[in-house]
């Protein structure tokens, strides 16, 4: 006999046993496993009664957490006459269980059914495998919130017609189209860097676990990227001020220097070119411009529409607009090939541009003089152009075939 219920203690030891593995193999807390064992009892126990038998109130469900035993309780109130089985009980039956119980006591009372466990089973490790899973989505979700707004490596998993799933470690991101660099072609086993946008409990498709929306077009991908290839950005010397992106074709970066003795623009360069052609490999071959930042917002305009020389620049401080005034010959330079160069430059100093060439400038002050009076000749301000914002670039005198 002693043998016997050694072998029963053993077995049920070994339950707990294999709990404590799997929570240590998964890296998920023990009592949350038992809790999880404890709700899908509690479950099988009320599918499991027979018809027309009365669910108890106030259920609960304990394991303990040594020998893996299992009993189930109704909490039932002590009442002088009983209306209500599933949630009251007599005193005289109260006392059989506990003689110290009370008239108003809550009576714990032991339902474990005969062969409980056994018929429960099943349906117990559905539910504690869905638990398991839920509190492993819940571990990664926790890991990659916290890569929000980072940059990640990624092997490309499967290219379909509307987004590209790549594959991040213990999860999956999805790469939209519309966050896909136009024109870069993708294939299965790719490794590609890409910018975390946002986590998701779940996908959008059923709980299939922690979905991450990564990005290659984001402007801060290429932040980022100077970031790991240049030791001045990393270590806060030089920094990034701004940065313009037209993900596929151009982006224009600001950069400032807290070290008069480091150039920021040779820094993120590097030695032959070597910083930022590694960039420029990684987005496959977009064109960087990488311009010195200014507090004078003149000089900083002015940088900003390399590589047009520019002669003068015009700042109406309190519209934040500026007239740019460029040679005859660099017109169709500083505004760009369909006015990508000033629509950069706009948007990297968030100050509105209306670019003029010398001639037309000219012209228009020779306009403003003939329509002064001829006994007043005071010295006029320079003339600037209303905008509708940072879109709005005015582009006088562009070519539509115009190229950097």
């Not at 926790?142 to 790549?166: C, F, G, H, M, N």
Request: net charge negative; glycine share 6%.
């Amino acid at each position: 006999m002693r043998a016997v219920k050694t072998e029963k203690k053993n077995d049920k030891s070994e339950i707990v046993e294999a709990l404590k593995a799997l929570a240590k193999e998964k890296g998920i807390s023990e009592e949350l496993l038992f809790n999880a064992i404890e709700e899908a009892l509690k479950a099988a126990y009320k599918k499991n009664l027979t018809k027309g038998e009365v669910v108890p109130a106030n259920l609960s469900v304990t394991m303990n957490r040594e020998t893996g035993i299992a009993h189930v309780y109704a909490r039932k109130l002590i009442v002088p006459e009983v209306e209500e089985p599933a949630s009251q009980i007599s005193l005289e039956d109260a006392h059989r269980l506990r003689p110290d119980y009370q008239m108003g006591d809550i009576a714990e009372v032991d339902v474990t059914p005969t062969g409980f466990l056994r018929v429960a089973a099943q349906t117990a490790k559905q539910v504690i495998m869905q638990r398991i899973r839920e509190a492993e989505r819940g571990k990664i979700y926790d890991e990659y919130i916290e890569k929000e707004s980072e940059i990640l490596t990624a092997i490309v998993q499967r290219v379909e017609p509307k987004a590209v799933y790549v594959e991040l470690g213990r999860t999956e991101g999805v790469l939209e189209q519309q966050d896909m660099i136009p024109g870069e072609v993708l294939h299965d086993g790719d490794h590609i860097k890409v910018y975390v946008l946002e986590v998701h409990r779940s996908g959008p498709v059923g709980p299939r676990g922690p979905q991450v929306r990564v990005s290659r077009i984001h402007p801060n991908l290429v932040k980022r990227l100077f970031e790991m290839e240049v030791p001045e950005i990393a270590g806060g010397v030089v920094t990034i001020k701004s940065i313009a992106r037209e993900a596929g074709s151009r982006t224009k970066m600001a950069v400032h220097s807290s070290d008069m003795m480091i150039d920021p623009v040779g820094a993120c360069v590097g030695q032959r070119g070597s910083r930022v052609d590694r960039v420029v490999e990684e987005l496959k071959g977009e064109k960087i411009d990488i311009i010195k930042w200014s507090a004078d917002p003149a000089e900083f305009v002015a940088n900003a529409l390399n590589p047009a020389h520019v002669l003068s620049v015009f700042v109406a401080e309190g519209e934040k607009a500026c007239r740019v005034v460029v040679p005859d010959n660099q017109l169709s330079l500083a505004i760009g090939k369909e006015g990508q160069n000033a629509r950069l430059a706009a948007k990297l100093t968030g100050w509105k541009i209306d670019i003029k060439s010398q001639s037309q400038a000219a012209a228009l002050t020779d306009m403003v003089d003939e329509e002064a009076p001829e006994e007043a000749q005071p010295e006029l301000p320079p003339v600037i152009s209303p905008f509708d914002g940072l879109e709005g670039v005015e582009l006088s005198g562009a070519d539509e075939d115009d190229t950097l």
